[in-house]
């Protein structure tokens, strides 16, 4: 076929980048890198992964003095990440942490002073299982650790009233540590920072399991989810921007981001605030395609009404990755920047 307009080809105007304020992108010299924040900085002008990471320390940045919600699954304790979650809760980082149960759990084990260690060489879970270790991929929990710390949970559950709840519970899991354990963890600084620490499938867990026996074996504690639920909305309805940190997914992640379509609706009935997250930061493996919720963007969450689109002021970063090996250099990027610019 005859292009009838040859000059047609030749009307392609070729642009220079610039001209359409692209940030241009540039080598990553190590040579000027003295930090981890510089490293981050220096990432974020590359591609791929590295860049997905730089820019989540830029967005962790901007939402440093807003009211973060902090999500967690999958087995940061155990993997021994537990000091860079209460450090991000004593700098003022995050204000509220939404989590597994099992994950506080591996956690207070910890803070309490006990033990995890490696599982190498070749495995048979029938001998670790006769043996009283609980494999968790490459690490061991001790099945002596959960029925030490199950004696301090109904200690600590005697001083409850009922009903109560997760956060609740929590709480005075940190009072304890706090004023009889040496040492730092997540329960602890939430607790001596007065930052609600809440876990939705509170029954999928050690915690409460124990809180079961105990109730078989004592008097009976009331559980109410609901106590939970009404505190985070609460909170969050209090604040004028809100940011979420979601490392996993899960039902942490969900269970966060539903406080927004809650105030769609409580704001149709009852004429409350609307709410919705401006920033995001999430860490998780988990592809998109799979159509679970771990993986889903937060793109995908704006038509939830969950999260505020970008054109209207929404700013987001995603990293692809295992937690365990960006999760430590994105907040110590993060505190060399906020200290630099401090200064």
Request: with cysteine.
């Amino acid at each position: 076929m005859v292009c009838k307009n040859k000059s047609q080809r030749h009307r392609i105007e070729y642009h220079d980048g610039f001209s359409d304020n692209l940030v241009p992108l540039e080598p990553l010299d190590l040579s000027k890198i003295n930090s981890f924040s510089d490293m981050a900085e220096a990432m974020s002008k590359t591609a791929l992964g590295a860049r997905n990471l730089g820019e989540a320390v830029d967005v962790l940045y901007e939402m440093k003095d807003k009211y973060v919600v902090l999500t967690l699954s999958g087995i940061m304790t155990v993997a021994k990440m537990g000091l860079i979650i209460s450090d991000l809760i004593e700098q003022n980082i995050v204000n509220a942490v939404v989590s597994t149960g099992a994950l506080i759990t591996h956690g207070f084990i910890e803070n309490a002073g006990m033990r995890h260690f490696k599982c190498e060489g070749k495995i048979n879970d029938k001998e670790l299982y006769k043996k009283g270790y609980d494999r968790i991929y490459d690490t061991l929990e001790l099945e002596s650790n959960l029925l030490n710390i199950e004696k301090i949970i109904f200690e600590v559950l005697k001083t409850l009233d009922s009903p109560t709840s997760s956060r609740e519970v929590n709480h005075e899991l940190g009072k304890y540590l706090s004023e009889k354990v040496k040492g730092r963890g997540i329960l602890k600084s939430a607790y001596e920072k007065d930052v609600p620490v809440y876990i939705p499938a509170f029954t999928d867990s050690e915690l409460g399991l124990d809180l079961a026996l105990y109730n078989k074996t004592a008097e009976n504690i009331k559980f109410d989810a609901f106590r939970d639920l009404e505190h985070i909305t609460e909170q969050i309805l209090q604040q004028d921007e809100v940011g979420i940190f979601t490392i996993g997914g899960g039902v942490p992640r969900n269970w966060a981001q539903q406080v927004a379509p809650f105030s769609e609706e409580l704001q149709k009935r009852f004429k409350t605030k609307l709410v919705r997250y401006k920033y995001g930061v999430r860490i998780c493996p988990e592809p998109v395609h799979w159509g679970g919720l771990s993986g889903c963007t937060y793109s995908e969450g704006v038509s939830w009404g969950k999260f505020f689109p970008e054109d209207e002021g929404g700013r987001y970063a995603e990293v692809y990755c295992d937690a365990t090996l960006v999760l430590p250099i994105m907040v110590k990027a993060l505190f060399e920047r906020i200290q630099k610019n401090s200064e």
